[in-house]
């Protein structure tokens, strides 16, 4: 067991996953089935290993979504609590927007978009052992350009907040995760829009506050986009990424209870077979995600693509890089490249689109 952290936890939910349109139609981005279990679940069984077992989530969209499947916390191990955002508030706002329930003297923060294998003891411990008002969490990447990087001094102190520039200083970028002084959230504004990224943290560092970084470079992936969504929970079913909460044996796929797979299929590279859901004879499913009771017909390929539940694939179809949603159906000897995405119960009829001729 271990040690309590003497920390609240704020997750952060309130986001539409435009970007993960359209299967964010039907759930919230952070309750999408991911390695066979809601994203938030992972986040959630490392926030509880960390120690940490208070937990306010700040939710908007869908916001009943996440209390009737977590309720009160207890069956995972938490207390959690629910905080809704009447209007969007950014993230700083958010943040200030679950202060009431805030008990401890530091607060993590994080994003529900992000998955993660930082040290979070780590991470609260470099907060009080040097005493910041405000601890980020950096993370190293190769292509920093991307994104927002955040310079430090030789002590680890953020000297300040730079947009996304075509040659960054550093390749450390904000990674997502904050520790707050209980203090500093409640010296946020409240009743408006306030973004950490270019308010508060800038704000706090004008003001001679102390902001600390913890550096970083263990797995980190934000899953906002389907490319990134579907790598995500490949990597969860590999063990590549950090979880207790895998429905199954670490492996190179992940087949959930009531699925079927035919004895010549293949399904490989970290692949999640829903349940209920069936691969069809001579079927190849690689680096893929089906939710439940989705249909893969015999002889079809599906490569990096997200099907919704129930979606169904015709035999001899070719998906590369692709997003149905739920119940969409792709008809047999159809292909579909990469970007494509077919809403919710649509029905392309066999043969009706192709992104190269006829063989």
Same mark, same amino acid.
């Given at each position: 067991?271990?040690?309590?952290?003497?920390?609240?936890?704020?997750?952060?939910?309130?986001?539409?996953?435009?970007?993960?349109? +359209?299967?964010?139609?039907?759930?919230?981005?952070?309750?999408?089935?991911?390695? %066979?279990?809601?994203?938030?679940?992972?986040? *959630?069984?490392?926030?509880?290993?960390?120690?940490?077992?208070?937990?306010?989530?700040?939710?908007?969209?869908?916001?009943?979504?996440?209390?009737?499947?977590? =309720?009160?916390?207890? @069956?995972?191990?938490?207390?959690?609590?629910?905080?809704?955002?009447?209007?969007?508030? $950014?993230?700083?706002?958010?943040?200030? #927007?679950?202060?009431?329930?805030?008990?401890?003297?530091?607060?993590?923060? !994080?994003?529900?978009?992000?998955?993660?294998?930082?040290?979070? =003891?780590?991470?609260?411990?470099t907060h009080r052992?040097?005493?910041?008002?405000?601890? *980020?969490?950096?993370?190293?990447?190769?292509?920093?350009?991307?994104?927002?990087?955040?310079?430090?001094?030789?002590?680890?102190?953020?000297?300040?907040?730079?947009?996304?520039?075509? #040659?960054?200083?550093? $390749?450390?970028?904000?990674?997502?995760?904050?520790?707050?002084?209980?203090?500093?959230?409640?010296?946020?504004?409240?009743?408006?829009?306030?973004?950490?990224?270019?308010?508060?943290?800038?704000?706090?560092?004008? /003001?001679?506050?102390?902001?600390?970084?913890?550096?970083?470079?263990?797995?980190?992936?934000?899953?906002?986009?389907?490319?990134?969504?579907?790598?995500?929970?490949?990597? *969860?079913?590999?063990?590549?990424? +950090?979880?207790?909460?895998?429905?199954?044996?670490?492996?190179?796929?992940?087949?959930l209870e009531g @699925?079927?797979?035919?004895?010549?299929?293949?399904?490989?590279?970290?692949?999640?077979?829903?349940?209920?859901?069936?691969?069809?004879?001579?079927?190849?499913?690689?680096?893929?995600?089906?939710?439940? %009771? @989705?249909?893969?017909?015999?002889?079809?390929?599906?490569?990096?693509?997200?099907? =919704?539940?129930?979606?169904?694939?015709?035999? %001899? /179809?070719? *998906?590369?890089?692709?997003?149905?949603?739920?119940? /969409?159906?792709?008809?047999?000897?159809?292909?579909?490249?990469? =970007?494509?995405?077919?809403? +919710?119960?649509?029905?392309?009829?066999?043969?009706?689109?192709? !992104?190269?001729?006829?063989a």
């Amino acid at each position: 067991m271990t040690a309590e952290l003497g920390v609240d936890a704020v997750v952060l939910v309130g986001g539409q996953g435009t970007r993960l349109r +359209p299967l964010t139609l039907s759930a919230p981005k952070p309750m999408l089935p991911t390695a %066979g279990t809601p994203f938030l679940s992972h986040l *959630l069984s490392r926030i509880r290993e960390a120690g940490i077992t208070h937990v306010v989530m700040g939710t908007s969209y869908r916001a009943e979504v996440f209390q009737e499947y977590f =309720g009160d916390g207890a @069956a995972f191990g938490l207390e959690m609590e629910y905080v809704v955002e009447e209007e969007p508030l $950014d993230t700083g706002g958010a943040i200030r #927007n679950v202060y009431d329930k805030l008990r401890a003297d530091d607060a993590v923060i !994080f994003n529900g978009d992000i998955l993660s294998g930082a040290d979070l =003891g780590e991470l609260v411990r470099t907060h009080r052992d040097s005493n910041a008002d405000v601890t *980020l969490h950096l993370q190293r990447v190769e292509d920093p350009s991307r994104f927002g990087s955040v310079p430090t001094d030789a002590d680890g102190r953020v000297l300040q907040f730079l947009e996304k520039t075509p #040659n960054p200083p550093t $390749d450390q970028i904000n990674a997502g995760c904050y520790v707050f002084r209980r203090s500093v959230i409640e010296s946020i504004p409240t009743g408006r829009r306030v973004s950490v990224e270019r308010e508060t943290f800038p704000s706090l560092l004008a /003001a001679g506050a102390h902001v600390q970084a913890f550096v970083d470079d263990s797995y980190w992936l934000d899953v906002g986009k389907p490319e990134a969504f579907v790598l995500g929970s490949c990597d *969860l079913v590999r063990g590549i990424a +950090p979880t207790s909460a895998l429905p199954g044996p670490v492996g190179e796929a992940l087949v959930l209870e009531g @699925a079927s797979v035919a004895e010549d299929a293949t399904v490989s590279g970290g692949s999640t077979i829903g349940a209920g859901a069936s691969v069809g004879s001579g079927a190849t499913v690689t680096g893929s995600v089906l939710f439940d %009771g @989705a249909f893969v017909g015999e002889n079809s390929i599906v490569e990096r693509s997200v099907l =919704g539940a129930g979606a169904r694939v015709g035999a %001899g /179809a070719v *998906l590369r890089g692709v997003v149905l949603g739920d119940g /969409a159906s792709v008809g047999a000897g159809c292909e579909l490249l990469d =970007g494509a995405r077919v809403w +919710p119960k649509m029905e392309l009829p066999d043969g009706s689109v192709r !992104f190269s001729s006829d063989a």
